[in-house]
């Protein structure tokens, strides 16, 4: 092995970006004050109180903006779990005397689906729709599911792991025509591909900040002006009394920046990372016998490579992808702590063995074209090396 | 990444026995019924010792790992010292294996006394 290749392979390659994103340094940079110096609380009557104020309404402009909102609509949480969990429970409880009955879906992230799920055990009833083979939904299914009780749809924008992208605008007419109040998980969307909540039509919609190159623990749930919502969360009245609890000011801060950083890039962001993703995607085809891409090849998220190999094992290959630095993720039962195979992977109706042997590589703006390369020069000895141990492979 | 100890990653790493024997005196394979993968073991049995082990394993690293241990640990040995070797012997050699692997390590020994058992069925006829 020449010493170049040797350097390079001690090089870290991060294709997780749907777990999270690498802060943006002008990000990083913007937040440091508000630890060391103004490190005030927003409710405070004092010089230190009124600059942390300023600084998370000047935050709360530039976030809104970014999914074309006002400031006003925007409710800071502390993550998308927390926002989806705030827009579940709050918009059902507020709605709790006009109906019980909530429509999602079944490729859900946990924190729509958990919630819907104690929900039911307290007396709503929850409808979930399925989807295509390509995880698309058919927005007929919804209308079916609708009935004199129903009070909230909820459907994510983009799915985390797949990256199809669904047809937010017809439900949400859908929703419109029957007064139902309608909610988007859009963690994997907003920073990514344009938002519009206006022109989307939607009523209430999480987003979260270390999806977008900013901080951890920090996310938002924009509501409609005029939308009734209780909250979860019992204590002073930050958030106009909607999200109690003393405001991440850093984090915030560093939110605003990042979510007008994405604004600015966006178009060059996805022309980028979809260059990337096509790249990889033919190049491991190309490479690879018995593979498959899931997902869809027209809606996806710009940085969705989501692959099946065919005879092997999700975390085995991650297991040789990190030994060589580089991180992915996998919907095999054996990575997940419950060993049970992504319930999206299901609902797309994928065989339990290519379930078993799915990759999921998200990239990001920071990914480059070498590391491409790098993987398309890796990837194929490992599964041929696990394809080889394996019982089930047939030539 | 998952909180493998060094021996799995090794064997993980540098399974050893990786294969198939074509006329194996014994075959044994057996599925996870909790995670639905597959482990085959093939055996060549000698004056009643092992002479010869394969192994393949569709699975997670510590599935293959524990493959690699078994063989390892039963290849020369009498079919009678084979049939003890215990699960737990096995996630112990290996340092150890992380609460929700243990199920794997189940798989290992399983499929290797059951390609033992094929043997002496096809023997005993
Ligand atoms: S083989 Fe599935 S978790 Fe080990």
């Known amino acids: ?395 | 990444m998952v909180a493998y100890s060094k021996k799995v990653m090794e064997h993980f790493m540098n399974p050893r026995n990786v294969g198939e024997i074509k006329d194996a005196d014994g075959i044994g394979e057996i599925g996870n019924p909790v995670c639905g993968d597959m482990m085959s073991f093939y055996i060549k049995v000698k004056d009643n010792k092992l002479e010869d082990i394969k192994f393949k394993t569709f699975g997670c690293g510590a599935a293959i790992a524990v493959s690699s241990m078994v063989s390892e640990a039963a290849k020369g040995k009498t079919l009678d010292e084979a049939l003890r070797i215990t699960n737990k012997d096995i996630a112990k050699k290996l340092g150890g294996l992380p609460k929700n692997k243990l199920h794997c390590s189940n798989l290992g020994a399983d499929a290797l006394h059951k390609a033992i058992k094929d043997y002496l069925d096809k023997k005993g006829k």
């Open chain 1, 1 to 395: 092995m020449n010493s170049k290749i040797k350097k390079d392979s001690k090089k870290r390659i991060f294709f997780d970006n749907a777990s999270t994103t690498r802060i943006d340094d002008q990000v990083f940079k913007e937040m440091e004050s508000y630890f060391r110096e103004n490190y005030g609380n927003p409710s405070s009557l004092h010089d230190f109180g009124e600059l942390a104020k300023n600084a998370v309404e000047s935050a709360r402009k530039k976030v809104a903006n970014l999914v074309g909102a006002s400031a006003e609509e925007i409710y800071f949480t502390s993550c998308g779990t927390e926002s989806n969990n705030l827009a579940l429970w709050g918009l059902a409880r507020a709605l709790k005397g006009k109906g019980n009955h909530v429509i999602s879906s079944v490729i859900e992230h946990h924190s729509v689906l958990n919630p819907l799920k104690e929900m039911k055990k307290n007396g709503w009833n929850i409808s979930l729709v399925p989807v295509d083979k390509c995880g698309l939904i058919n927005t007929k299914d919804i209308e079916n599911e609708i009935t004199d009780s129903t009070i909230l749809i909820s459907i994510m924008h983009a799915n985390n792991e797949i990256g199809t992208i669904q047809k937010l605008k017809e439900i949400s007419l859908i929703a419109k025509k029957n007064n139902i109040i309608f909610h988007s998980d859009g963690v994997a969307t907003a920073g990514i591909i344009p938002v519009n909540v206006r022109e989307l039509g939607i009523d209430a919609y999480s987003f979260s900040a270390q999806q977008l190159h900013g901080p951890k623990g920090v996310a938002a749930l924009f509501i409609k002006k005029g939308t009734g919502i209780r909250p979860i969360f019992l204590g002073g009245t930050q958030e106009k009394g909607r999200r109690a609890g003393t405001e991440n000011v850093p984090g915030i801060v560093g939110f605003g920046k990042a979510c007008e950083l994405a604004k600015i890039k966006m178009e060059d962001n996805i022309k980028y990372i979809s260059k990337l993703r096509d790249n990889l995607i033919n190049g491991i085809i190309n490479k690879v016998k018995d593979v498959k891409l899931n997902g869809s090849t027209t809606d996806r998220l710009p940085g969705n490579v989501h692959i099946s190999f065919k005879y092997i094992e999700g975390e085995s290959i991650l297991l040789m992808l990190n030994m060589e630095g580089i991180a992915a993720a996998s919907g095999s039962s054996c990575t997940s702590q419950a060993l049970k195979s992504s319930h999206v992977l299901n609902a797309i109706g994928l065989s339990p063995t290519m379930a078993q042997g799915s990759v999921l590589f998200s990239l990001g703006k920071y990914n480059t074209v070498e590391e491409v390369s790098r993987l398309l020069e890796v990837l194929p000895p490992i599964v041929k090396r696990l394809r080889e141990m394996s019982p089930i492979y047939k030539e």
